[in-house]
């Protein structure tokens, strides 16, 4: 299996529904696409970017495939475990996340469990074992719960389980290891935030 680069989407707006990225999340896209280039050259380049369907992952992946000379590619497998659409209270809604989180087997009202998001988003790595370099942007608690699938729940940092992703950070995943976890040195000078979703 090749390299692939896992970024967590920009900061988004705080929206129920498919909310877009703000200023600063576009900016934290930005260098998160300047660093994936720049690393990448010695190997070619990347081969492809892919996104969620969602618009704030889709946002970041355009600025990483503007940056590599790519389109982007959707892929349903690495959409967020939980989206809050709205159609339950935001509550509610947190309270699913907390259970969901503790409990990787809980389906919540919205969304899918844990341990199901891990292994669609391992499913989608295992998909791209010829493909060389990829990126995929994507969601903070869709890549911890395929860390916690990869490596199990004591070797994911305690900051990801209790807090997620910070924005526009790079996890670096190769043969199905992790090599970096959630990286943010491309994030210097930028007050970065993190949120799950």
Known sequence: MGIVYVVQHGEKERAPGDPGLTVRGREQAALAAEWLRDRT??????????AS???RARQTAEAVGAAAGL???I??????RMNWDGSVPLERFAEDWARASADRDFVPVV???SRAAGARFQEFLVARESDGPVAVACH???T???LRTLVGDAAVPEALLADGVPSGAITIIEDLRPVLIAGTAHLAGLETGHRPG
């Open 41 to 50: 050259l010695q190997d070619g380049g990347l081969r492809a970017v892919y």
């Open 53 to 55: 369907p969602l618009l």
């Open 71 to 73: 389109p982007v590619r």
């Open 75 to 80: 892929d349903p497998r690495v959409a967020e």
């Open 111 to 113: 969304g899918d469990s």
């Open 140 to 142: 903070g608690g869709v």
């Open 144 to 146: 911890v719960d395929l």
